[in-house]
């Protein structure tokens, strides 16, 4: 599981791009606020593998700021979720620990999901290109969609920023905005008359296609009937 931490909203200057600055700050080290939490907890992480720590798993539900002149003080606050792992796998004896990544991150969030609004719900995954939140993450980023409702981006985050804090192993972080999580009303529906059927089809396409559009068109071809669909093995 995650570890939750409570980090520190006040930062320096220099651990973030655009950050909003204090007049009345009690020293430079807390003389802004944090435009990312992805700092802070890389700061936990650097620590827990100082300590002898092969695993770390992190989240924290906390606030960010930006600089947004439409706002009265010109200040946007964020509440956010945000996850990160770092290390290897735990222990087991089907197979040796490995390295975590990305997609192991993007599996714990498809287990995730259905818990928020506690209703089956979806996350889609697409690629950002160019846009997405930099300086953070490197170009391997995915946009997260809840109900098609764009609620954050995972990916990995920049080995630069990650030496920063000593951490010289690929982090991964997921970054998810709670006040975009609609609201989803509950709903029931009737236990079906056959039992579940699960198959594993091979497909061979073209190397530029991505698994969010394979996703999108398995979904369309039997909407009624289908439940979930995910890729693997690629």
């Avoid at 989240?59 to 946007?76: A, D, L, R, Y």
């Avoid at 990160?84 to 087991?92: E, F, L, N, S, Y």
Wanted: proline share 6%; aromatic share 6%; with cysteine.
């Amino acid at each position: 599981g995650y570890y939750d931490c409570v980090t520190n909203v006040l930062t320096s200057p220099e651990e973030g791009a655009e950050q909003v600055t204090l007049k009345n700050a009690l020293g430079r080290d807390f003389s802004a606020l944090r435009s990312s939490v992805i700092p802070s907890l890389l700061r936990v992480a650097s620590r827990n593998i100082r300590y002898g720590q092969q695993t770390v798993r992190l989240m924290e539900i906390g606030s960010q700021f930006t600089k947004n002149p439409n706002t009265e003080f010109g200040v946007q606050q964020q509440e956010v979720l945000t996850l990160m792992i770092v290390g290897q796998t735990d222990p087991h004896w089907s197979d040796k620990p490995r390295a975590l990544d990305l997609y192991d991150l993007v599996g714990e969030l498809h287990v995730l999901a259905p818990k928020i609004e506690s209703v089956p719900v979806d996350v889609s995954i697409r690629e950002t290109g160019d846009a997405g939140p930099r300086p953070y993450f490197t170009r391997n980023v995915v946009e997260l969609r809840l109900g098609g409702v764009v609620i954050g981006y995972a990916g990995e985050v920049s080995p630069e920023l990650a030496l920063k804090y000593d951490v010289e192993r690929t982090v991964s972080a997921a970054v998810i905005d709670l006040r975009a999580v609609p609201t989803v009303q509950s709903t029931y529906r009737a236990v079906g008359q056959y039992p579940s059927v699960r198959r594993d089809l091979a497909l061979i396409v073209p190397e530029e296609t991505s698994a969010g559009r394979i996703i999108d068109v398995v979904r369309t071809a039997s909407p009624l009937i289908l439940r979930d669909v995910g890729v693997f093995d690629v």
